[in-house]
Every structure is written in C-alpha cells, then in structure tokens.
C-alpha cells in the first residue's frame, strides 16, 4: 500500500512539474544588459534587482558576470523595474521595462560614481528592433484589448492586427462569439496554434478557433501573434502561434465595472432589406456586462485578480441560424394539409409499392416550425404558391422566407492568484477560468437553400493551471 501511495505521489509531482516546465517556456519574456561606467568599462558584481511595478515585489535578483552582462528570463509579461547597485556607484533605477511574451528586452545601464545612497532614476528606452531574438509578431497589450472597439467581446478579431496575416471581414451579424480565422504568410487557416499560460489549448478535431477557451478582452494581460522563426515551446504547427497571459493581481486594490448595449433603434437596415422592400429591422440585441477586481491578500502574502462576463443577446440577423430561405420539392396534398402513398403516386408517375411510407410519415409529421408541418407546404405563411393537384404541379419547386430570433447567453470566470516567497526565490501563480455558454438558433446552421431544423450550441470550456 505504501508503494502505491508512493508512486503515486511521484507520479502527481512528476506532473506537475512538467506543468510547470512547457508554460513557462512560451508565454515569458526577460530582461538581458550590460553594466558600464560613464567610462564604458564593464562592471562585475553589481546586483540586478527586478522588481515587478504592478506588485512592488523583487521577481528575480541576480549579479552581473565579468563582462558585466547580465540575464533575468521567464518573466510574466507587465512592467517591471531595475535597480542597479554596486561599491562606489550610485545605485541606478531603470523603470518602465516592459517584458513582452517570447521577447527579451535589452537594457543596458551605465553607472555613476558616488555614494550607494544616492540614487540616479532612468526611464527604459524602447527599441523598434529587438536584437535579442528574430521572432517576428505583434504583442498586444491590455490596454490596447480593453479599448478597441469589438462586435462581440471575441480578442480573435485583432489577430489581423500583426504583419503578415489576413482574415475576412468581421460580420456582426453572427450569432454567439463570431467566427475569426487567420492565414499567416499565406498558409492555411488549420496552421495555426493557440496557447494560454503556455499550455496547448487548440481544437484538435475542428482545427479552427471556434471552440478554443476565450477568455474575455478585460482579462488579459498580453496577446501574441509570432508569424515566424519561433521556437516549438511557442507553437506546434508552421502557420502563426497566438500566445495569451492571463492578467496576475496589484499591490493596490482596483475595482471596475462595464456594460456594452447594441439596439435595434441604433442600428441601420441591411442594404438587401430595403431593396426587397423589407423596411423593418431585424432583431439584434446586446448586452455585454461585468467587472473586475485585484489587489493583495495581507494575510497570505499574495495576490489576486477576479472578472465575471455576462452575455445576453437576441440575434435575429444570423445568416446561419436566424434566417433561412429554402427551395421545397411540391407535392400533392388534400384539404387538412397531408398526404397519401395514392397522391404521391399518381403525381410523379409511380408504382404505389415504390413509395416509402416513412417518407410519406415524415412529410405529414406535424411541428410547430413551419407552419403546422414540419415540412413546409407551398402557399403557407412565408412560401409562395405552387398548384396543389395541377397536371403540371410535378415535379415542380417552390421558395420560403423564414426569420427567428436566436436567444444568446454566456457567462464566463476569471481568477487568478501569485504569491512570491523568500524574498523572490520561489513563487506560486495560479490560474483558473470557467465558461458555459449557449446560442439557440431557431434555423441551425444549414444555408440556403436547404431546410434545417432547431440547434442549440454550447460551449463548456473549463482551464486550470498551477505552477
């Protein structure tokens, strides 16, 4: 039993261990320089303390080697500062330094002489080029999610934000989170990988993003398009490789609401709409709701961060769901509606035993979808009208214009929670995000002009990490 127990326990670390290892691989960054004098020569020994800005906690402290360089990687993307000390010079503090995911920044700092207690404060210098790495790709910071303008609160739409990639048009009248797919350098749209807190969270039957978790814009710290020359820790296939950092907590505590409304009486009429003569708007409405929350945790030492999004919306624009205009087959039919082997027959010039009768049962079940029948009859509301039991009714085919609304609802949680102990040497992140939506739509996601029938989608995405 103790054996059990024991591989058992070695087995749990084992895991988490690599956990830990593949995430950090591919959703950090560092820091890397060299310190001089106001001579140029280099300076061995001086402590390199970086302290992350958003916490005021030291992340890493290390000393310069004799060249004077210095290295600090597996950083979380954020800002963080420098400070610099070493004998007979002023200690240096270099502030804003930004870490970007799979980027390391370079900041060299020179020294100057005089007493440890004064301080000299540097603001970092931020290059176009980044000579430490030949990874090409757009980060894109929380701030930039947060305020650019999206139809629904889908981060997917930006990716053609980066060089070198291209996707359609966002159509707003999608029901649910949108379709965004990307080709990178010309390659396929199934070439792409995307990853959160380093861990590979792609759809590997659909190959698409479609179902991927998606937390919301306002819980990101970074996202990361890398088109090219990036290592395999990164992406696992050869097209873009989408990176995505969860936000961690403050030192301060920060509170913040918001709500999105998109109406009906604020939108204007679709262009095919008036020209068919259709003046009335379909439905659309939307509602985008939540709020977020961070700060320390006293007690323990930690810090953490919070979001809740709601998402409750009535499409009635989907072109795939909320409307369908579908060609029918005519057939015979008597007074109520039904039909008969004996009509079917006689109308296509069939034997009576050539006719399925589970056909015939399929086009007299009754539904409340169209119109009575759950196959449309010609001359019902929203068709047009073909004869009945004209010799020349058959074979013959008529159209249909069906509307529905498709009721949208999602809700999704986000915690995060980092604590840094013995003074920088170990530390705990954890990350957690929880997802349950649904979008009924009245018509599925046949096009015309086929028929189809009620669907409901759902997304259940559930993610943990603990590192």
């Known amino acids: 039993m103790r054996s059990a127990l024991r591989l058992l326990s070695a087995a749990i670390l084992g895991l988490l261990c690599a956990v830990s ?22 300076i061995s020994g ?5 302290i ?79 000579p430490s790495s030949a990874v090409t790709g757009q980060p894109l910071t929380a701030e930039t999610l947060r305020t650019l303008p999206l139809a629904s609160p889908n981060f997917l739409f930006l990716m053609s934000l980066s060089a070198g990639t291209a996707s359609e048009p966002t159509d707003v009248r999608t ?26 969270v792609n759809d590997f039957n659909l190959a698409h993003f479609d179902t991927v978790p998606l937390p919301n814009p306002s819980t990101l710290e970074e996202m990361k398009v890398s088109t090219s020359l990036y290592d395999a820790s990164q992406g696992s296939k050869g097209g873009g490789a989408m990176g995505l950092v969860i936000k961690s907590g403050s030192k301060d505590y920060h509170w913040e609401g918001y709500w999105s409304h998109r109406n009906d009486a604020l939108n204007a009429n679709e262009y095919f709409r008036n020209a068919t003569g259709v003046s009335k708007r379909a439905r659309l409405l939307q509602n985008v709701f939540g709020g977020s929350g961070s700060g320390p945790v006293p007690a323990a030492g930690g810090f953490w961060f919070f979001n809740y999004q709601g998402v409750r919306a009535r499409n009635g624009l989907d072109p795939n769901g909320s409307s369908l205009t579908p060609t029918i087959q005519n057939f015979p039919r008597n007074a109520d509606g ?5 009509l079917l027959a006689t109308a296509f010039n069939l034997a009576p035993a050539q006719i399925d009768p589970v056909a015939v049962n ?13 196959v449309p009859r010609s001359g019902s509301a929203g068709c047009t009208s073909a004869a009945a039991n004209a010799a020349n009714a058959f074979p ?23 604590r840094i102990m013995r003074d920088g040497k170990d530390k705990i992140s954890g990350r957690w995000f929880w997802d349950n939506g649904a979008v009924a739509k009245p018509y599925g996601t046949a096009s015309s002009p086929s028929l189809a029938f009620p669907r409901t989608d759902t997304q259940r995405n ?4 603990v590192i």
């Open 21 to 42: 290892v593949f995430p950090q691989a591919s959703q950090t960054g560092g820091i890397t320089g060299v310190v001089s004098d106001a001579s140029g020569a280099l």
């Open 338 to 342: 039904t039909t008969s082997v004996a």
């Open 175 to 200: 029901a649910g989170r949108g379709t965004a797919d990307m080709n990178v350098n010309g390659q396929r749209t199934t070439n792409n990988s995307i990853s959160l807190e380093g861990i590979n």
């Open 362 to 374: 399929i086009l007299n079940l009754q539904s409340n979808l169209y119109n009575g029948f759950l």
């Open 462 to 465: 559930r993610f943990l990490s």
């Open 46 to 50: 001086a402590t390199v303390d970086v």
């Open 52 to 130: 992350n800005e958003s916490t005021g906690k030291s992340e890493r402290t290390v000393t310069t080697a004799s060249d004077g360089g210095y290295s600090i990687t597996l950083l979380k993307p954020g800002g963080y500062r420098l400070e610099i000390t070493a004998p007979n010079f002023k200690k240096a503090v270099v502030t804003a330094v930004q870490v970007r995911i799979g980027e390391t920044a370079r900041q060299d700092v020179t020294l100057e002489a005089g007493r440890i207690e004064e301080t000299v404060n540097v603001e970092a210098t931020t290059s176009l080029i980044n």
């Open 396 to 418: 013959t085919t008529f159209t249909c214009s069906f509307s529905g609304v498709a009721p949208i609802e999602d809700n999704q949680y986000t915690i995060s929670y980092d």
